[in-house]
C-alpha cells in the first residue's frame, strides 16, 4: 500500500502563484508514475500533470501546459506541483495519485492509490 497526503493548497488571486506538495510513504518502491488531477463541481475528474518516477518523462494536461511544473524529490519521496499564472478556471480539488504499473496515462483509472485532496481557490 502506499499513502499520499497532499498539501500547499488555498486561495489566491488570478494571474497568482501556489506549490501543492504530496507526501508519499508506504510502498514507495513500487511506485512508478504519479501524477495530479483537478475535479472541479460538477466535472470529471481531469488530468492536470504526470511524472515517470525512474525516468522523469513529464506530460501535461493541454489547459495546464505551460504554467504548471511537476517535479519531485526522490530523497523525500514528495512530488510537487508549482502552479503559475493560476486562473479561475483552475479552481478545484487537486488530487496526488501514484500507479504501480509503468505507463504514464491520462486516465484516472489507471491510477492505484489516491490522496484525500487539496482544494484550490482562484478568483478573479
Known amino acids: 500500500q502506499v499513502q499520499l497526503v497532499e498539501s500547499g493548497g488555498g486561495s489566491v488571486q488570478a494571474g497568482g502563484s501556489l506549490r501543492l506538495s504530496c507526501a508519499a510513504s508506504?510502498?514507495?518502491?513500487?511506485?512508478?508514475?504519479m501524477g495530479w488531477f483537478r475535479q472541479a463541481p460538477g466535472k470529471e475528474r481531469e488530468f492536470v500533470a504526470g511524472l515517470t518516477w525512474t525516468s522523469d518523462d513529464t506530460a501535461y494536461g493541454p489547459s495546464v501546459k505551460g504554467r504548471f511544473t511537476i517535479s519531485r524529490d526522490n530523497a523525500k519521496n514528495i512530488l510537487y506541483l508549482q502552479m503559475n499564472s493560476l486562473k479561475p478556471e483552475d479552481t478545484a480539488v487537486y488530487y496526488c495519485a501514484a500507479r504501480s504499473s509503468i505507463g504514464l496515462y491520462y486516465t484516472p483509472l489507471r491510477y492505484d492509490y489516491w490522496g484525500q485532496g487539496t482544494q484550490v481557490t482562484v478568483s478573479s
Open positions: 508506504g510502498r514507495t518502491s513500487s511506485t512508478y508514475v
